[in-house]
């Protein structure tokens, strides 16, 4: 699963529209305690104030979701002594499962939509905050971006070559955009003229509610909390295969090395 933290979602535990992942890793064991993993991830997030116990982000009515395609370098350590390296199996000491944690760098790809006229729009192309035009001087964000994930789990070995994990983590971002939403108003009719109509409709849907009083918010005004960066979270259940394994490691060895 997956979900994010943002200026659509208050909160990042929040799985009630729950989003998904899968992907692929490659991990190289330097012995019992580090490894070093190269991930790939697919998934998605999405955001929608009609979901917010906030009274102004219910009234400002934005919806999102994203792809999120990530790849990441990550160094993992694991809390004690885990699998059949040959050092453990000498000392007699190894166990079958292990709290970890892994950290690195990641390069990640996201594309921001919102359903409009029955189809759903890329919304970085419009500048729903004035990118890109007169209004303002900021360019369009770039949808490529660099995270730091930190990663928490609990490893069970299967078999000798065979791992089940638990694992949740979460990337720390260095943009407000993962939800096209950041800054503040700026004036519909003029970003109409210079974004187009999609632009200012996209860039607030009080409009499309019921209670709308018929007054647009004022350019200036908060639209989001640019102090703040987005976030993304991933929980996923991870089995790796062992395809190399040391000749005096695996079971095997184990049950032998005990009968001497």
């Known amino acids: 699963m997956s979900s994010y933290l943002g200026d659509l979602q208050e909160k ?19 012995n019992s305690r580090f490894a070093a993993r190269l991930n790939f991830v697919y998934g998605q ?34 809390l004690f002594n885990f699998g059949y390296h040959s050092q453990n199996l000498k000392e007699r000491n190894y166990i079958d499962f292990a709290p970890y944690f892994s950290t690195g760098i990641a390069i990640f790809r996201f594309n921001p939509q919102a359903e409009y006229l ?40 299967l078999k000798d070559n065979l791992v089940c994990a638990f694992e949740i983590g979460w990337r720390k971002t260095f943009t407000d955009y993962l939800d096209d939403v950041s800054g ?26 019921a209670s709308y009083d018929g007054v647009p918010p004022k350019a200036g005004t908060q639209r989001g909390t640019p102090s703040n960066d987005d976030g993304y979270i991933m929980a996923n259940l991870n089995i790796t295969y062992k395809i190399f394994r040391n000749n005096d490691g695996g079971k095997w060895y184990k049950l032998n090395q005990n009968k001497k």
């Open 12 to 30: 990042t535990l929040k799985f009630g529209t729950p989003s998904f992942n899968l992907g692929l890793q490659a991990k190289y064991n330097f």
């Open 45 to 78: 997030i999405q955001g929608d104030d009609s979901r917010s116990d906030i009274a102004w982000r219910q009234t400002r009515n934005l919806n999102f979701k994203s792809s999120i395609a990530e790849v990441a370098l990550m160094g993992e350590f694991n």
């Open 118 to 157: 029955g189809q759903w729009m890329d919304l970085q192309p419009l500048g729903t905050e004035g990118q890109g035009s007169s209004l303002n001087p900021n360019p369009k964000y770039s949808l490529t971006q660099i995270a730091i994930p930190v990663n928490i789990g609990l490893k069970f070995h």
């Open 184 to 209: 503040n108003y700026v004036d519909f009719d003029q970003l109409k003229i210079e974004n187009g109509e999609a632009s200012a409709d996209l860039s607030f849907r009080g409009d499309e509610l």
